[in-house]
C-alpha cells in the first residue's frame, strides 16, 4: 500500500496515536530523530508514525507508552484499536465480536481457520493471495492475525470448537515444512481444555450424506449476551445474520456436519498423522 493511501485511509485510533505521539514529544523537547533513538527506530519511521504513512506497530506503541507516555496509559489502551484497524474492513465488526465470544463454532473448507494459523501459514496465505499486497500491508495484517490468538488464554474462559474439511490438511500453502508445522501447531491446540477440533473427511460423501458442501465455511457466534450469530466471507465480503430463523438453520446445518465429523480424540490422530508422514 502506497504511503499516500495510507494516510488517505488511516483509522481514528491510529490517527489519535499520531497526533498525541508528535503532541507528547514536542511536550519533551525531542526532535522526531531523537525519539527514534530513545525507541530504536530511525527519524524517518517516527515521521512516518506521525503523518499517518505508516501506522504505529504495537511494538512502537508498547515503547512509546514507555518513552513519553506520561503514566497516561494512551498508547497502551490505544494498541486494540490501532490493531483493529490493520484488519481489512469487511472483518473489523467480526473481530470485536470474536475477542468477546462466548463460544465460536468455526467450520472451514478451503484453508486453516486464521486463530488456528501459525505465523509462516498465515505470512504465505496473505503473501500468496490477491489481490497483491506490499510487504508492509503483509506485516500489519500477520500481526492482527496473530493477535487474535489471545482469545485461547482470555478470561473467562471461551470455548472454541473448530471443524475442518480434510482438504484444508492437504491444501499446501507456502511449502510442505510450512505445512508439517501447521499440523503440529493444530495438534498442540486440539489438546486444549477449550478447544475441540475435528476433521470432516474427503470420502464422507460415501455414506450418502455430506452437510458441508453447500455454502463453504461459516462461525456461529455465541456473544456475551447470549445472542447466537452466524457469520461467513463468500469471496472476501462479510455477512453477518442474526435472523433467528436463519441462525437455527445454520446451526443444524453445522451439527449435521459436526455428527459426519470424525470424533475429537480421531480427528487428533488424524492430524498427527499427516503431521509424521511429512517429516
Not at 227 to 251: C, F, G
Request: charged fraction near 25%; charge should be negative; include cysteine.
Amino acid at each position: 500500500m502506497a504511503k499516500a493511501d495510507n494516510k488517505a485511509m488511516a483509522g481514528g485510533a491510529t490517527r489519535l496515536v499520531s497526533h498525541l505521539a508528535r503532541a507528547l514529544r514536542e511536550k519533551e523537547n525531542l526532535t522526531q530523530k531523537a525519539l527514534g533513538e530513545k525507541l530504536g527506530y530511525t527519524g524517518s519511521a517516527i515521521s512516518a508514525m506521525e503523518t499517518c504513512a505508516q501506522p504505529p506497530s504495537d511494538e512502537m506503541l508498547v515503547k512509546l507508552e514507555e518513552a513519553i507516555g506520561a503514566g497516561l496509559g494512551v498508547f497502551q489502551e490505544a494498541r486494540e484499536w490501532v490493531r483493529l484497524e490493520k484488519f481489512p474492513p469487511h472483518f473489523q465488526d467480526f473481530a470485536l465480536l470474536e475477542k468477546t465470544a462466548v463460544t465460536l463454532s468455526m467450520f472451514e473448507t478451503q484453508v486453516i481457520s486464521g486463530l488456528f494459523q501459525t505465523d509462516a501459514y498465515a505470512r504465505a496465505l496473505i503473501t500468496g493471495g490477491f489481490p497483491v499486497l506490499s510487504d508492509q500491508r503483509v506485516e500489519e495484517l500477520v500481526e492482527a492475525r496473530l493477535a487474535r490468538k489471545a482469545l485461547f488464554e482470555r478470561e473467562p474462559v471461551a470455548l472454541i470448537e473448530l471443524i475442518l474439511d480434510e482438504a484444508t490438511l492437504h491444501r499446501v500453502v507456502g511449502s510442505r515444512d510450512i505445512m508439517r508445522d501447521q499440523h503440529r501447531h493444530l495438534a498442540e491446540l486440539a489438546q486444549r481444555r477449550n478447544v475441540t477440533l475435528q476433521i470432516l473427511l474427503l470420502d464422507c460423501g460415501l455414506t450418502g450424506e455430506q452437510a458441508g458442501l453447500r455454502g463453504g465455511g461459516m462461525t456461529l457466534i455465541e456473544t456475551l449476551k447470549h445472542e447466537r450469530l452466524v457469520y461467513m466471507e463468500p469471496q472476501d465480503e462479510s455477512l453477518l445474520l442474526s435472523d433467528p430463523a436463519k441462525v437455527s438453520l445454520y446451526a443444524q446445518r453445522y451439527a449435521k456436519i459436526r455428527a459426519q465429523a470424525l470424533g475429537p480424540r480421531e480427528s487428533l490422530a488424524f492430524i498427527r498423522k499427516l503431521a509424521g508422514e511429512e517429516q
